[in-house]
């Protein structure tokens, strides 16, 4: 596990028990900033799998790169 699925995994559960806690006492923002880090930490442990399949990867990783760069250039969406 790396760091950042680490980080990940416990900013996710510390925004969960937020959540919780918001929903209980009935506040507004202490739910949203609970909601926030769930998100926050469900991101982050994604960044860190992907940087480890690029880790076990690499060839595989950069051809999908390489594709999702061409089908970007030819959408002309950037």
């Not at 995994?9 to 202490?30: C, L, M, P, S």
């Not at 930490?41 to 076990?56: N, S, V, Y």
Request: hydrophobic share 45%; proline share 1%; no cysteine.
């Amino acid at each position: 596990m790396s760091q950042n699925q680490f980080t990940g995994a416990a900013r996710e559960a510390a925004g969960r028990i937020q959540d919780t806690v918001g929903d209980f006492v009935g506040d507004a923002q202490t739910q949203a900033k609970g909601k926030y880090n769930q998100a926050r930490g469900q991101a982050e442990g994604a960044m860190g799998d992907a940087a480890e399949l690029i880790r076990e990867q690499p060839l595989m990783a950069g051809l999908a790169i390489l594709a999702i760069g061409y089908i970007i250039g030819r959408l002309r969406i950037l």
